[in-house]
């Protein structure tokens, strides 16, 4: 007879590997009655949750004696009534416990922090914080899930879904998300993992910390100095890394270099789903109008249900300026997936395309109090307020920004352009000089009007040496841009170098025929030459 049920055990087992669910439960409901043993009732219960039976498999571990002895049977419990959405009686099922804002646990399960079996399975502990932190993100306690997140992933650095949480909801500042990976308990042979969980998190440290971590995980096994690091394997090829370069070239505003990046990763995983909202991003930012249409419309065939889908059709119809559509799209993501960050800024972006800053500022405020640990919602209020003049109120919300993020230059451009307009110039100046010590070299096109801004405001300072220099690293970066000419052009203006500045004005006036300034200017300032020659 104990053959007999060891084989039926077996049969179980194979069922449930080859997903053959109603097969495993009535083998497994067989095996129960033949043992009454605790084991075979926990595999009949995973058979009927694996199955989708959620009330039967918890009337099954609820009428078991030992349910709340073994946290294997308490935690399955929880599940069934996760997928049942019953969140209240899912965290009464888990039971009392407590956690302090760094993530300690005090209660039952801090007896139960080591590892499970042969350090091959993670921890049931981290799997009981991680569920627990899910129920309280479903009851909109953002507080409590923020702590058993947080408790989960350090119970058990493998749990990478409590990590997916916080990064996803933007839960925690980029200091924060750093101290925390700090402060994982890696072993010596998960070196690697703690270098990939760095190149996760916000990627607004200094460029060569970043890259290096890149390098490392990069790095071949045969290369020379790999002993010096602890990544014994290397990852170059791997999808997630490829996506987090391509995220850190879309931050870093190198546009060109992401959107090859993203295509080369599509050519082998075209479902990569964090890739495909870089992707998304970065062709917007490029104008591929095509591309974007192709994007949703396989995004919209394949997974209609999911935010991304219609977040990258409104992405389409915002690109071809066709706002009201855009807006309709993007509040379509946010009303499947709440927590689509993206989803939200594109909708506040549609109203402000359209001049509807009230409508624009409540999406970016809903936008600030779901992600916390997001600066761009509060970035962008700042911008709205800034579009309407109220130039004090946009930098208060500016520097709200920089206290979330201190390193994001994008923060520093706008205070350096609010300040331009308040008048203060020697602080304006500082703030793109700051955005440029933060912007990892050589500068790419994106950062063009940094330059072109301080130029302008070291020509009201009459620093005019300096602010031709900055005119023309600008115009290096981009030479079909009015302003920058007529700017420089000005600048020799007012150093009475009229021949300098004629030609930069036609210069000017050739990429935009009907400048005002610029044919003005000009007039003036052949006048200037005509009465100098005569004079001379």
Not at 302 to 310: F, G
Request: with cysteine; net charge negative; glycine share 4%.
């Amino acid at each position: 007879m104990d053959r007999e049920v060891e084989k039926l055990r077996g049969v179980v087992r194979d069922c449930m590997s080859k997903h053959l669910y109603s097969s495993a439960i009535f083998f497994a409901d067989k095996v129960v009655d033949f043992t009454q043993a605790p084991t075979d009732l926990y595999m009949l219960a995973q058979a009927l949750f694996l199955g989708k039976h959620y009330r039967r498999a918890l009337h099954v571990l609820c009428n078991s004696k030992i349910i709340f002895k073994d946290l294997r049977f308490r935690y399955l419990a929880a599940k069934c009534l996760e997928e049942m959405k019953e969140w209240q009686q899912c965290l009464e099922m888990l039971g009392d416990a407590k956690v302090g804002e760094d993530g300690s646990i005090e209660g039952p399960e801090d007896q139960n922090m080591e590892k499970d079996a042969e350090d091959q399975e993670i921890n049931i502990t981290a799997a009981i914080c991680f569920l627990r932190g899910k129920a309280y993100d479903a009851l909109e306690n953002r507080v409590q899930a923020l702590q058993w997140y947080k408790a989960a992933i350090k119970a058990d650095p493998y749990c990478y879904e409590a990590l997916e949480c916080l990064l996803n909801n933007h839960m925690l500042t980029s200091a924060e998300e750093a101290n925390l990976v700090s402060s994982l308990r890696f072993g010596v042979e998960n070196g690697w993992l703690s270098s990939f969980y760095s190149c996760l998190i916000k990627k607004y440290d200094k460029a060569e910390n970043i890259e290096s971590k890149f390098a490392e995980l990069e790095r071949l096994p045969g290369d020379l100095n790999l002993q010096e690091t602890s990544v014994s394997y290397s990852l170059k090829n791997n999808a997630d890394l490829i996506a987090c370069k391509a995220e850190y070239y879309h931050q870093c505003g190198e546009y060109q270099k992401c959107f090859e990046l993203t295509t080369s990763l599509f050519e082998r995983d075209p479902f990569h789903l964090k890739c495909t909202l870089v992707h998304i991003a970065t062709a917007m930012e490029l104008g591929h109008k095509n591309e974007l249409y192709l994007m949703a419309c396989n995004l919209v065939k394949d997974y209609p249900q999911k935010a991304i889908s219609w977040f990258a059709v409104g992405c389409y119809y915002y690109c071809i300026r066709q706002f009201d559509q855009s807006r309709r799209y993007f509040s379509k993501a946010t009303s499947l997936d709440g927590t689509f960050a993206p989803a939200w800024i594109g909708f506040g972006n549609a109203f402000a395309a359209k001049d509807e800053s009230d409508q624009a500022m409540a999406a970016f405020r809903t936008c600030a109090r779901l992600f916390p640990g997001c600066h761009l919602p509060t970035l962008y209020i700042g911008l709205e307020y800034m579009r309407t003049h109220s130039y004090k109120i946009a930098e208060q919300f500016f520097m709200q920004a920089k206290r979330i993020c201190p390193t994001d230059p994008l923060v520093y451009h706008e205070l350096g352009v609010v300040s331009y307009k308040t008048q203060e110039y020697e602080k304006a100046v500082r703030w793109f000089e700051k955005t440029l010590s933060l912007v990892p070299l050589p500068l790419t096109e994106t950062w063009e009007p940094t330059l072109v801004n301080m130029a302008h405001a070291l020509r009201k300072l009459r620093r005019y040496v300096q602010a031709i220099k900055s005119y023309e690293k600008a115009l290096d970066l981009s030479s079909r841009n009015v302003s920058t000419y007529a700017g420089l052009g000005y600048t020799y203006h007012l150093q009475n170098k009229s021949d300098e500045a004629i030609h930069l004005y036609h210069k000017a006036l050739a990429l935009k025929p009907d400048h005002q300034f610029c044919g003005e200017m000009l007039n003036i300032a052949l006048d200037d030459a005509t009465n100098f020659k005569i004079n001379y």
